[in-house]
T-cell receptor, first 109, second 117 residues
């Protein structure tokens, strides 16, 4: 059962543009929603996370938007840079972390 | 602060052979996880330890996979016998969480890439 669905699978953005990645979840008991960033040959690393009691969280160029009624959340990367090129995973947790399928982001110079 | 250490980084074996992966978590982290990441997919939890006890192993294929965490620190994940579909990166992660409460951030190692021929 795929509890966290992520889209798109891949994304190409020009430098300076906005990257948007979306996730939808099924289990309303999830209470923690992180985004992880993974570079080739490395393990995933936490980028930003949100709890369901807030609708938005911003850290630098990265923003999570959370829509509890729609059971959706998204990652916005403002002023995207070539160094942001990586695979991004959304996830959701109750007691354990369940990951989405990933989005491969390429930012063109 | 040292991160999560894993070895070996790469392993190539024939099907039906056995393989073992080792993980040393961040010092003081009570919770340790093994995830399987198949190419092009998100990590899938195999097993979660709290200190040296198993919290969740519901997705571990127990007919061929085993894991242990002796003394609540290092952990090993073993596959015997390996199948072609076991080709993946095996990620170890740790977190400071206690008492079964999800602690938030997981700290991942760089993974062990297994190729089964």
């Amino acid at each position: 059962q795929q509890q966290v669905k992520q889209s798109p699978q891949s994304l190409i953005v020009q430098k300076g543009g906005i990257s948007i990645i979306n996730c939808a979840y099924e289990n309303t008991a999830f209470d923690y929603f992180p985004w992880y960033q993974q570079f080739p040959g490395k393990g995933p690393a936490l980028l930003i996370a949100i709890r369901p009691d807030v609708s938005e969280k911003k850290e630098g160029r990265f923003t999570i938007s959370f829509n509890k009624s729609a059971k959706q959340f998204s990652l916005h990367i403002m002023d995207s840079q070539p160094g942001d090129s990586a695979t991004y995973f959304c996830a959701a947790a109750i007691h354990v972390l369940t990951f989405g399928g990933g989005t491969r982001l390429m930012v063109k110079p | 602060e040292a991160g999560v250490a894993q070895s070996p980084r790469y392993k190539i074996i024939e099907k039906r052979q056995s393989v073992a992966f080792w993980c040393n978590p961040i010092s003081g982290h009570a919770t340790l996880y093994w995830y399987q990441q198949i190419l092009g997919q998100g990590p899938k939890l195999l097993i979660q330890f709290q200190n040296n006890g198993v919290v969740d192993d519901s997705q571990l294929p127990k007919d061929r996979f085993s894991a242990e965490r002796l003394k609540g620190v290092d952990s090993t994940l073993k596959i015997q016998p390996a199948k072609l579909e076991d080709s993946a990166v095996y990620l170890c992660a740790s977190s400071p969480g206690q008492g079964g409460i999800f602690a938030g951030e997981l700290f991942f190692g760089e993974g062990s890439r297994l190729t089964v021929l």
